[in-house]
Every structure is written in structure tokens, then in C-alpha cells.
């Protein structure tokens, strides 16, 4: 019925641990949360997504980087455009730095939008253009012995 002041130093002692126990399973549980978070997070980049190719065994990795831009806007009977590059050279040296070996290169424009406008003192309509160009990069695992190819 009643208890002695050891037992509830015994049993308030118990909670604590108990709920320090709870503290570092939740700490645990935070930091593989974030460790997951972080990985998932590399896996999405170029070099994340090859370095799990690679690690896989894949033979041929491909990836598609936006290497420029193009902004065209029309109106008030006029037409303008901003055109933006970017170097994918960082990146794809990565990706080699890993084992692999760029095999083909090659580039497209895809569109993402237009506009239109009357022409001032002219029949017809100005249109610009907007999009992307798009570096699509194919490498071959040098790893892999079956990536190898003798000339023949």
C-alpha cells in the first residue's frame, strides 16, 4: 500500500531511464531519417544516379543535363529572346572520375512554350519560341568486362 522511500527512488529512477531510453531511440531515429534523406537526395543528382548505376554492375548509364536556354516573348507587334548556357563539363568529368566513359553525345531543343503577337504595319503574327537544350550523355562502365569492347 504504502512505499518506502526506496522504492519510489527505484521506480522514479525506472521512468527516467525509460524515458532517456525513448529520447535516444527518437534521436536515432532522426538521424537515419536524415542519413536517408541525404542519400536519397545524392541518388537524384548525375553523379548520385551513376554511382548507384556503377554499383549495380550496369554496363551503359545515360543522362540528360539542360545545358542552355532559350526565353522568346511576344508583344505589342515586337519580338525579343534571352538565350542562357550552362557547361555540363564538371559533371560529366565526375561521372568518368567513377569509371565511366563517355560514349555519345547529343543535343535537342525542347520546346516549353510560345507566344504570339500581331504584326505592326505587316499581315500575319510574330511568334517566339521558349525551351530548352538538352545535353543527352550515354557512358559505357569500363568496370564491366562485359562494357569492353575489342576493335575488331
Known sequence: MF???????AERRAREAEH???????AEDARNAEEERRRAAFVATPVGAATVARD?????????LEV???????????I??????SSSAETLAAIEALGWQLQHASYFFM???ETSTAR???????????GVTVGVYLFRN????EAVVEAP
Open 20 to 26: 532517456a531510453n525513448r529520447e535516444a531511440a527518437r
Open 80 to 85: 525579343d529572346g534571352r538565350r542562357t548556357t
Open 56 to 64: 549495380e554492375g550496369q554496363t551503359f548509364f545515360e543522362v540528360q
Open 120 to 130: 505592326v504595319f505587316m499581315s500575319g503574327e510574330a511568334t517566339a519560341v521558349s
Open 111 to 113: 520546346v516549353t512554350g
Open 68 to 78: 542552355g536556354g532559350h526565353l522568346g516573348s511576344a508583344g505589342f507587334g515586337s
Open 3 to 9: 512505499k518506502s522511500a526506496e522504492e519510489r527512488e
Open 142 to 145: 569500363t568496370a564491366n568486362p
